[in-house]
Nanobody, 120 residues
Framework: QVQLVESGGGLVQAGGSLRLSCAASGSFFSANAMGWYRQAPGKQRELVAAVGSSGIANYADSVKGRFTISRDSAKNTVTLQMNSLKPEDTAVYYC??????????????WGQGTQVTVSS
């Protein structure tokens, strides 16, 4: 009964900004890690940014200095602030969470994906 709901995708011009949000809901004990992945047509899904239970954030080299990930552990939400967007950022962005859905099991959950399109 765990769901990840994403919002904030859309169309923006190069150099603009966009903010993606994701909220985990349902019956579970905790989210060990949350982050964002993206997949462009003809390419494999890749990590964009993630925050572990330690609070340490990891970013893909291509987005360092432009994107910022933040997490509210109490609300089980994660946000990706994207600035200085480039056409190569165009992709479907997926929210991901490693969730302890029982006392002794951790599963990976994915959102439905939200389209981000950057025009030049």
């Amino acid at each position: 009964q765990v769901q990840l709901v994403e919002s904030g995708g859309g169309l923006v011009q190069a150099g603009g900004s966009l903010r993606l949000s994701c909220a985990a809901s349902g019956s579970f004990f905790s989210a060990n890690a949350m982050g964002w992945y993206r997949q462009a047509p003809g390419k494999q899904r890749e990590l964009v940014a993630a925050v572990g239970s330690s609070g340490i954030a990891n970013y893909a080299d291509s987005v360092k200095g432009r994107f910022t990930i933040s997490r509210d552990s109490a609300k089980n939400t994660v946000t990706l602030q994207m600035n200085s967007l480039k056409p190569e950022d165009t992709a479907v962005y997926y929210c991901n969470a490693d969730i302890a859905d029982t006392w002794f099991n951790v599963d990976a959950y994915w959102g439905q994906g939200t389209q981000v399109t950057v025009s030049s």
